[in-house]
């Protein structure tokens, strides 16, 4: 049974052309990518160690081979870190034999005062897993009519890949359908991830297992909407960690002034509702 260290490893080397990292091209082969020996000369390990880790045999990886890893296949920063957390977790992974407890999802008085000083800016309490805590009214009028806001507890992940309407709403729909699922990794623990995967997968089917298995470090460039009464919109995002809560506050800027004239005329449209927190 593999894990998902092994995985990730594997497929950044299947992602990869030799030549990317100058080495020979040895012609056509079975499988896409690095070869294993060609890893495991640049990483300084054996292939057979190299094997072990990318099926899941060996689970207690040293930091030296980890950086040793990252080091032979080129990773970014954020794919390094991801490596690392992956090594993490698979070294501490245990079976889970009760159903794991939801996250909280309180949000905290001075977290909430600090969203209504943000208004009329467009902005949200979010976790890892999706949940939308909290909300300025001006992310009410971005999001109305798209069918995110319908439910008495909004989740982005469970939204993006089980409402059609999603795939119309984000005009990059799989660039946002990676964020959600890599963003689960690094829910506050292992078990809250599971715990939102085990409700999620079964109704999502392949292509979120798919996404959640392929270890894509997504980018996060510019979000591009298609709101249904302000046209398409283009959208920086700011993200404050609040480490204590396991949350983040979102602050989403217009990328240009076109998407700062669509928001003041969303604005100016009947109110949607004021700053709710979900609890």
Known sequence: MGTPLGDFIRAKRDSIQPQSLGLPDHGRRRAPGLRRSDLAGRAGISVEYLTRLEQGRDRNPSVAVVNAVADALSL???????????SKITGGECTAHARPAPPLREVRPPVLETLRLLEPGIAMVTNRLGDVL???????????????????????????????????????????????????????????????????????GPDFTRRLNGHEVPRRGVLRLNHPAGGELRLLRET??????????????PADEETSQALTRLRDLPPHGRLRAIS
């Open 76 to 86: 970014s920063v954020s794919e390094r870190d991801h490596l690392r957390f992956l």
């Open 134 to 204: 909290a909300r300025t009214s001006a992310y009410e009028s971005v999001t109305a009519g798209t069918g995110l806001l319908d439910t008495d507890a909004p989740n982005l992940t469970r939204y993006v890949f089980t409402d059609p309407r999603a795939r119309t709403f984000f005009t990059d729909w799989d660039a946002v359908a990676d964020e959600q699922a890599f963003d689960l990794w690094l829910a506050p623990s292992v078990e809250n991830s599971e715990w939102l995967t085990a409700e999620l997968a079964p109704v999502a």
């Open 240 to 253: 404050l960690d609040l480490p204590s809560d396991a949350q983040q506050l979102v602050v989403f800027l």
